[in-house]
């Protein structure tokens, strides 16, 4: 039995959007973008928006998100020296746990070059026990959740 394939979703999709710009060493021998590399983008623009929005102090702060489960679907290369946007949204906030769904998209491209999620748990930087979400991570998601988040 076999399911069909999800289709690339539209950059009108993603409520923030971040460039970023590829790097040779992203490339690999067969001359795109290497498959791991997409994971440091999604890592990249969550951790980067969450930064600067306030909610994320990560040489200090008491509670820290932990990546607990992650995936991505490719449908089309990306290559130095194209510039990635990073496309990012929250799909659920649990009374601990954040999915983020992101998509990648080549320079202008109106569709997704790679999307995926992960899930941060948030826990005590000390004992990394799970913790409530604190107040000023629940308000930097607001305005990147979508219906039924």
Sequence with gaps: MSTARPAPERRTAYRH????????????????????????????????????AGALDVASGEAIGLVVETACRYFAPVSFPDTVHAGLRVAHVGSSSVRYEIGLFANDDEF??????????????????????PVPLRAALEPLRVAGA
Excluded: C, K, M
């Design 17 to 52: 959007v971040l460039p970023i710009t590829t790097r040779w060493a992203d490339n690999d021998q067969y001359g795109h973008v290497n498959n791991v590399v997409y994971y440091q983008y999604f890592d990249t623009v969550v951790n980067r928006y969450l930064i600067e």
């Design 112 to 133: 997704a070059a790679g999307q995926g999620h992960f899930v941060h748990v948030y826990v005590d930087r000390l004992s990394r026990r799970p913790v409530p979400l």
